[in-house]
T-cell receptor, first 113, second 111 residues
Framework: DTGVSQDPRHKITKRGQNVTFRCDPI?????LYWYRQTLGQGPEFLTY????????KSRLLSDRFSAERPKGSFSTLEIQRTEQGDSAMYLC???????????FGSGTRLTVV | QKEVEQNSGPLSVPEGAIASLNCTYS??????FFWYRQYSGKSPELIMS????GDKEDGRFTAQLNKASQYVSLLIRDSQPSDSATYLC???????????FGKGTHLIIQP
């Protein structure tokens, strides 16, 4: 069990640039989640996949954000035209069953300058 | 709007004592409740889940749920300095899969 893997660990980008993050869930987990966390706050739900289907999206997910999970395995989260307010830790998590809690990855820390 | 409320702390507890962390939630149809521990600069780690009213014990941790009062708590017995972290309460509502997290309680165990 290699856990949930996220890449990169850190990303510094200039305002207006596009960034893409990758998440590899635990291999047998069919549910994959993206969250965003800023300092002093709890994680905020962004979106959720069951296999390759994106089943739920938060209102926080503006048109500049898009997520994919093309083959039901890894997932990518892209942010277009980044803004300073996008600076946060982006967390990916996975689970096998609906009822159970998640396993989080180490996160990707995004800094927009 | 679903809300999960926690006292942000810091909550300071002497080593060896019982730490009591509390959480209230607004969505009455919430079905699943979780406690995560988060060390500074790290990602959240699941430590307890609870789904029905009453107590659930796992080692030094006990989760308590009262759905009528919309209240969840976490007790940590024999607190250790390594328990010093932020504890996040998370709730899953009926029909939705995403968890709603509180802001967390910062717990400090004093040696």
């Amino acid at each position: 069990d290699t856990g949930v893997s996220q890449d990169p660990r850190h990303k510094i980008t200039k305002r207006g640039q596009n960034v893409t993050f990758r998440c590899d869930p635990i291999s047998e987990h069919n549910r994959l989640y993206w969250y965003r966390q800023t300092l002093g706050q709890g994680p905020e739900f962004l979106t959720y996949f069951q296999n390759e289907a994106q089943l739920e999206k938060s209102r926080l997910l503006s048109d500049r954000f898009s997520a994919e999970r093309p083959k039901g395995s890894f997932s990518t989260l892209e942010i277009q035209r980044t803004e300073q307010g996008d600076s946060a830790m982006y967390l990916c998590a996975s689970s096998l069953l609906w009822a159970e809690g998640y396993t989080f990855g180490s996160g990707t820390r995004l800094t927009v300058v | 709007q679903k809300e999960v409320e926690q006292n942000s702390g810091p909550l300071s507890v002497p080593e060896g004592a019982i730490a009591s962390l509390n959480c209230t939630y607004s969505d009455r149809v919430s079905q699943s409740f979780f406690w995560y521990r988060q060390y500074s600069g790290k990602s959240p780690e699941l430590i307890m889940s609870i789904y029905s009213n009453g107590d659930k014990e796992d080692g030094r941790f006990t989760a308590q749920l009262n759905k009528a009062s919309q209240y969840v708590s976490l007790l940590i017995r024999d607190s250790q300095p390594s328990d010093s972290a932020t504890y996040l309460c998370a709730v899953r509502g009926g029909g939705a899969d995403g968890l709603t997290f509180g802001k967390g309680t910062h717990l400090i165990i004093q040696p």
